[in-house]
């Protein structure tokens, strides 16, 4: 039981899954269980009943770029949960459609919360199975403004991507040789500013958070960003703080520009843009 806790809900670790069922705290089958090491199997109904929370607050204004019968295509704002994690369930874009299309769409890509721009959803399993069929013909094009003037005018990046060695941080990603995870980054400079640039990103891999990591990686943090930022004091301060803290951009300013996708039922690419927000 335990176990599973801590694979499918990472947004506690195994301890701290254990002591909440110590606490009596999870129940499957509707019977509370105490013992850690409790065997579950599929299909049983596991429930963690604690005091309620209240979700933070979120941008939950989206528009919808294209839509047809098999998908949606949302231009998301920089501060909304793509799909149910950690202390965000009814303050997602899932849960948002659901509510106003009532269909409980499927994403085919997700952004991170501060992470504004396209994601396209499949409205049923079976849409979603047949688009992913096509997922090597995907294409990704991303805006970030980040920190420092940077001396490239093109640059491809394709240190792999591990966890951190050296973070405080247990999820933070780092990208050294050896890493665990095959990632190839290309950045290409759009406009110099005296102590930013805005710069395309065109990730060639599909790693979580690979975009920033790779930023953090050559020297340019992207602005906002509280977790890759050579600093984990901001981002510690930022979660005990529940975001109340001073940084030089409102969000990390990074920006989904384009997605380009093949559609299986009308057998053919598509590139779905948006403009960067103001």
Not at 11 to 16: A, D
Not at 117 to 128: D, E, I, Q, T
Request: hydrophobic residues 35%; aromatic residues 10%.
């Amino acid at each position: 039981l335990d176990v599973y806790l801590a694979s499918r809900f990472t947004y506690l670790s195994r301890s701290k899954w254990q002591k909440e069922i110590k606490n009596g705290k999870i129940f499957v089958n509707n019977i509370p269980i105490t013992i850690p090491h409790h065997t579950v199997y599929q299909h049983y109904i596991i429930e963690y009943k604690r005091k309620p929370v209240e979700e933070p607050s979120v941008d939950p204004h989206y528009e919808v770029l294209y839509e047809d019968e098999h998908i949606i295509a949302i231009n998301k704002s920089g501060n909304l949960p793509t799909h149910p994690a950690g202390k965000y369930f009814h303050n997602t874009l899932t849960k948002l459609l659901w509510n106003d299309i009532g269909i409980q769409c499927m994403p085919l890509n997700r952004l991170d919360r501060e992470t504004s721009g396209v994601v396209v959803l499949a409205k049923s399993g079976r849409v979603a199975s047949a688009f992913l069929k096509h997922s090597d013909k995907i294409s990704k094009i991303y805006y970030a403004i980040v920190i420092g003037n940077c001396s490239f005018t093109e640059l491809t990046v394709d240190t792999p991507i591990g966890l951190s060695k050296e973070s405080r941080i247990r999820k933070k990603r780092a990208a050294y040789e050896n890493g665990q995870w095959h990632s190839i980054t290309h950045f290409k400079v759009i406009k110099r500013y005296p102590n930013h640039t805005l710069i395309k990103a065109i990730p060639k891999t599909g790693r979580t958070h690979q975009i920033r990591v790779h930023c953090e990686h050559i020297g340019h943090p992207i602005i906002g960003d509280t977790l890759y930022c050579h600093n984990d004091t901001q981002f510690l301060n930022y979660i005990t703080h529940k975001g109340q803290v001073h940084r030089a951009f409102p969000r990390s300013a990074l920006h989904a520009r384009m997605y380009k996708l093949y559609h299986p039922f009308l057998q053919k690419m598509i590139a779905i843009k948006t403009p960067l927000p103001d």
